[in-house]
């Protein structure tokens, strides 16, 4: 018989063995490579797919984008450079290319360009006066001026007098109270400004302005001719009402002091038992007058007004003097819809410090900022907001205004028929008080 034998390896048991394992490693590797190579696919399948998707959702959605969920990039600018050769340039395009260039003034061009930069802040007290502007406003608080010597306002959008000044060239042209002023010298007054009428009315003594005026009760209007003159408003007025004082002050100018301390003066020697202070139609001026005024009401060391700056720093103003002659005497003041500033501070002063005055009136204007006058040349100048003023107790007065304890009407009719509710109330809770 032939005898059939297997290869010497195959005879023996242990390389067998060993030829097992080296099949199992081969065949563990081979499984770890085609396990990593479908992974590998699997993801960029995936990655290829949840891509196009996303495309596709966002070319569906981008209309709907929410401005909360987008995210902006240079958003905030980092330049900070402000290049004035953008002025120049308007200035030389202005003067190359205006059609009436021949009739450019410079100066004007000049103090355009700087109204327009402070109106810029949106404050209406911080201004530039011109050197016509700057002498006009120095006139109002001196109180002396040429003109015809009538209080104006507006009034339902129409040019309207409040009020001729007594002994003054409207009062002798027969101006009233109420009466309408339709035209300047024959130029319309319709949506004319209130500076803008006054300084058209305004001129030199001896010269003429003619108003044409119309009248409640009249059927038509008329014109009316008036000489200006040197006008001189006294700013303290002084008269006894039965035993109880009545100080009027206007405003606060370079007599004003003066003027409450001759009155103060005279309140003392009547030996009076109740005083009024009527701030009504006052539109302020100086804050070192209305500090002087206080401290004749109020013991020294008393805050009158509590200053604010842009920063939040506060600083109080006291009342100076050890002399107070007033600070024990009752007191209504009396205040409306145009006393402001420097009115508002007197009148909040008093009724935050003592317990016997009393505010009676209307609602005061609410102009609680501080302006500092500062010249800008030698016969220009600026006047700008610097603060806010805040009363004793911290109210804030800026666009608030101070509410009176006792709220009075007083309208049209009041005036033409020469009655005054304010004052009658002032009078009744000084009495009340005796």
Excluded: C
């Excluded at 003034?105 to 949106?122: E, F, N, Q, R």
């Excluded at 009504?280 to 009401?297: H, I, K, Q, S, Y």
Aim: overall charge negative.
């Amino acid at each position: 018989m032939e005898n059939f034998s297997l290869p010497p390896e195959q005879n023996n048991p242990s390389e067998k063995a060993r030829q097992s394992e080296r099949g199992y490693k081969l065949f563990k590797k081979a499984f770890v490579f085609f396990l990593v190579l479908f992974l590998i696919g699997a993801a960029f399948w995936s990655g290829y797919e949840r891509g196009k998707n996303s495309a596709s959702l966002a070319t569906q959605t981008e209309s709907a984008l929410s401005p909360d969920e987008a995210i902006v990039l240079n958003k905030n600018s980092q330049d900070k450079t402000i290049d004035f050769g953008l002025f120049w340039k308007v200035w030389g395009i202005l003067k190359d290319k205006y059609v009436d260039r021949g009739n450019l003034d410079a100066h004007k061009l000049l103090y355009g360009a700087i109204d327009g930069m402070l109106s810029a802040t949106g404050d209406p007290y911080t201004t530039f006066f011109d050197p016509q502007e700057n002498k006009e406003f120095q006139e109002d608080i001196s109180g002396t001026f040429d003109g015809i010597g009538a209080e104006m306002g507006i009034k339902n959008e129409i040019l309207t007098i409040i009020a001729p000044l007594e002994g003054m060239p409207a009062e002798k042209a027969g101006l009233m109270a109420g009466d309408k002023v339709l035209k300047i010298n024959n130029q319309s007054t319709v949506n004319m400004s209130l500076e803008e009428a006054v300084s058209k009315i305004r001129g030199p003594k001896g010269t003429e302005v003619t108003l044409t005026i119309f009248r409640n009760g009249d059927e038509e209007s008329r014109d009316i001719t008036i000489k200006r003159d040197v006008i001189f408003v006294k700013s303290v007025r002084f008269e006894m009402k039965d035993n109880i004082a009545y100080i009027r002050v206007s405003r606060f100018g370079d007599d004003t002091e003066k003027g409450f301390r001759e009155a103060v003066q005279q309140t003392l020697n009547k030996k009076v038992s109740g005083l009024i202070i009527d701030l009504r139609n006052n539109p302020g001026g100086f804050l070192e007058t209305a500090v002087d005024m206080a401290g004749l009401m109020l013991s020294s060391g008393k805050t009158v007004v509590v200053e604010e700056s842009g920063t939040g720093q506060r600083k109080e103003t006291l009342a100076r003097g050890d002399d107070a002659p007033l600070a024990k005497l009752p007191t209504v003041i009396l205040i409306n819809e145009g006393s402001a500033s420097a009115s508002e501070i007197l009148a909040g002063a008093l009724r935050d410090n003592r317990k016997d005055v009393t505010l009676v009136g209307k609602k005061s204007f609410g102009k609680g900022s501080v302006q500092e006058l500062i010249p800008v040349d030698h016969n220009m100048s600026v006047k700008i907001t610097v603060a806010r003023w805040l009363t004793p107790a911290g109210h804030q007065i800026n666009t608030l205004g101070i509410t009176p304890d006792v709220e009075v009407n007083l309208t049209r009719d009041d005036l033409d028929n020469k009655r005054d509710p304010q004052l009658d109330k002032a009078l009744e809770i000084l009495k009340t008080k005796m």
